[in-house]
Structures are given as C-alpha cells and as structure tokens.
C-alpha cells in the first residue's frame, strides 16, 4: 500500500491540489460570459457565480407588439450565457483533475 513516506507525498499532493482548488474558485467567480439569442439581438452577460451582470436587447426588438418574442429570445440568452459557463468552469477544473496523483485523476465537482 503505501509507505510512510509515500503517504507523506500523497498527502502533500492532495493538499496541493486543495490549494489549486480554492485558487481556481475565486479565478471563476471573475470570469464573466455572454450569452446570445436572436443573432445577437439579446445578449445577456452572467458571472462565474451565474449571477446576471448585463442585459443588452436591440432597439429593434422594443418596437415589436409581441412580448412574448422577447421574453423567448430573453430566455435562450440566459440559458446560452449559463451553458457557457459551465463550460468553461469544466475546462478550469478538468486542468486541476489532470494533474490528479489520483487513479483516473479527480472527479471534481463543477462549483
């Protein structure tokens, strides 16, 4: 299994990778992405906490009598801006996992 001084350097590993961890939790919390709908007629830009930063909706989309279009285009900006950033939290945290001393490297949750 593992010697004692094996076990010292797997321990000083998992602390590392801890370390790693919470400095790339707060890396997150700064990015920032924009969702779009509509071409680009609404965009809407959350944080690495999801929390919603920006709303942009194109004059053009003011003048239309359909509410409902908007509320739409509104919604798939957020659900975009939301799957662009678990994607990109992914990345972050697939770059920790790989540098794992775990078999299969870690399996970290998104945060």
Known sequence: MFTKKGLGNFMQQ???????????????????VTGESGAGLV???INGSYNCK??????SLLS???KEILEDLTTAAFN?????MS???KKKMDSISAESPF???LN???I
């Open 87 to 89: 994607e990109e939290k």
């Open 43 to 45: 965009k809407i830009t």
């Open 64 to 66: 239309i009598d359909e």
């Open 108 to 110: 970290l949750p998104l």
């Open 14 to 32: 998992a602390q590392e990778i801890q370390k790693k961890i919470e400095i790339t939790k707060k890396e997150i919390e700064k990015i920032e």
């Open 103 to 105: 078999p299969n490297g």
């Open 54 to 59: 920006i709303v942009q909706i194109d004059p």
């Open 80 to 84: 975009d801006a939301i799957r662009r």
